[in-house]
């Protein structure tokens, strides 16, 4: 079928994803880039009554216009339908508007600008040099055991937020709960993490100020009622980043690693052009976009691509769908090395966009450059295939068996 | 109409020039090419420059009538 024809059912996999999507559902994981071609064939708006019901906008036009109209959609009542808007455990600046939110945005963002991010670069070299050490001697490892999973981690703590190299273990494991462990321990992970950034944040807070990340968030900013920001929305500034920086990073430097094992002509150029690589990432940044959805209300009866919204209606824009619109992009699902795209809507538009995204593709930039140097000849491992899954808000890669020409470690 | 763009906000995500890219450019960095300074606009770039500004994330873009 062409773009052109309209699409009338959304049935696929056994399931009618036009009236009955729902975003956490295994017959959209396992048939993802089909059901994303249907819904901008035929359904931009499709109906959802999972968790009590849910829009989901696909469209690329749609999702930018919604982003930038923070006053008809708001994001106050939660990023996805299970959030109640009232939960003390809000998180800041994801979860409110601006003005608030633009002045937390314009006290964070100098520590997320490309010429902040610039000083990280040797930082994260190193580390994405001590994780292939403790592999590159086997000849195979899971790439998102052994890698994906924890460079983010080691980024964000020790070089953001300066904690002590010998907390970096607990927290690792508390983080790597959070973000990938069993469902069911995820919330003990979360707490943990919360727990330990609100002592560190107190403690931080008694020492001579170092000009960071940190002494920017225990400096804060005022509430819209002109009062200092409170303590606890300074800790859920720092769960915020974190929540919105390491599992979407892991996905990425997944899809970095799938890509060059499964595009060995691509690999090949990308080592012989190094002024290919940036667009190359761009590219794996759009295909492999880590947030599948993000929640905003209406705050008034409205509509959408002609399907009238309700106020108080949850819709939750596809950034992963709306980067593959067909009306934005030729072949979709591909990664074409050589496609230029202004802006990248996988991290979001408007005031809620993705602080951290120079970070990401700075990590994900020098994990490629250190991957084609050091593992030039990495492949899937033999018969196998990666593990996707994701929930309402993130996709996610569980496994990622490689196999590459065994190297020396660089590193003691 | 003019416009100023705060060199201390603009994070360099280059909705601006995605947006209105009549209006706005970007320097060899990402960032918008007129930080720091104010610019006139030309009454038929009017709503575009608006739209421009509405787009950026750290709303470094005021719009001065």
Not at chain 1, 353 to 378: F, K, N, V, W, Y
Request: net charge negative; with cysteine.
């Amino acid at each position: 079928m062409t773009t052109s024809e309209r699409k009338t059912t959304g049935e696929i996999g056994g399931r009618d994803h036009f009236t009955d999507f729902d975003l956490d559902s295994k017959e959209f994981s396992e048939n993802f880039d089909e059901v994303v071609s249907a819904v901008h064939q035929g359904c931009p708006v499709a109906r959802s009554e999972a968790q009590g019901g849910y829009w989901v906008v696909s469209g690329f036009d749609d999702v930018r216009a919604i982003g930038q109209d923070w006053q008809t959609w708001t994001n106050t009542n939660g990023y996805e339908p299970t959030r109640s808007g009232t939960d003390d455990a809000r998180l800041y600046p994801l979860e409110i508007d601006p003005p608030y939110q633009t002045r937390w945005r314009a006290k964070l963002g100098e520590y997320f600008s490309p010429r902040a991010i610039r000083s990280n670069k040797d930082s994260i070299r190193r580390n994405v040099n001590e994780l292939i050490d403790q592999f590159i001697e086997d000849g195979e490892c899971d790439w998102v055991d052994a890698f994906a999973a924890h460079l983010p981690g080691r980024v964000f703590f020790s070089t953001m937020l300066g904690v002590p190299l010998d907390d970096l273990p607990y927290l690792q494991a508390a983080a790597d709960q959070a973000v990938r462990g069993p469902v069911e321990d995820r919330m003990e992970g979360w707490n943990k993490v919360g727990a330990y950034l609100a002592g560190y944040l107190e403690q931080r807070a008694k020492e001579e100020p170092r000009g960071d990340f940190v002494d920017a968030v225990l400096e804060g900013v005022t509430t819209d009622d002109g009062e200092p920001a409170p303590f606890m929305h300074k800790v859920f500034v720092m769960v915020d980043m974190l929540a919105g920086g390491l599992a979407t990073t892991t996905f990425l430097l997944s899809g970095i690693a799938h890509f060059l094992a499964t595009h060995p002509e691509d690999a090949r150029r990308l080592a012989d052009d190094p002024g290919l690589r940036p667009g190359a990432v761009e590219e794996v940044i759009r295909v492999y976009a880590s947030i599948l959805s993000l929640g905003r209300t209406a705050t008034k009866d409205t509509e959408i691509a002609g399907q009238p919204i309700r106020k108080g209606e949850m819709v939750m824009l596809s950034y992963a769908a709306a980067a593959r619109d067909p009306r934005h992009f030729a072949n979709p699902h591909e990664i074409d090395i050589t496609r230029r795209i202004p802006t990248n809507i996988a991290f979001g538009y408007g005031p809620h966009r993705c602080i951290g995204s120079h970070l990401a593709r700075l990590q994900a930039l020098t994990a490629m450059e250190e991957m084609l140097r050091r593992l030039p000849d990495l492949s899937m491992a033999e018969g196998q295939e990666p593990v996707f899954s994701h929930s309402t808000v993130t996709r996610d890669m569980d496994t990622l068996p490689v196999r590459f020409t065994p190297g020396a470690k660089e590193t003691s | 109409m003019k416009y100023v763009v705060d060199s201390a906000l603009c994070a360099a995500h280059g909705l601006c020039a995605d947006t209105a890219p009549d209006v706005f450019t970007l320097d060899d960095d990402g960032f918008n090419a007129a930080a720091g300074r104010t610019v006139d606009v030309p009454e038929h770039l009017e709503a575009a420059a608006r739209e421009g500004a509405a787009a950026c994330p750290e709303s470094a873009i005021q719009i001065q009538d």
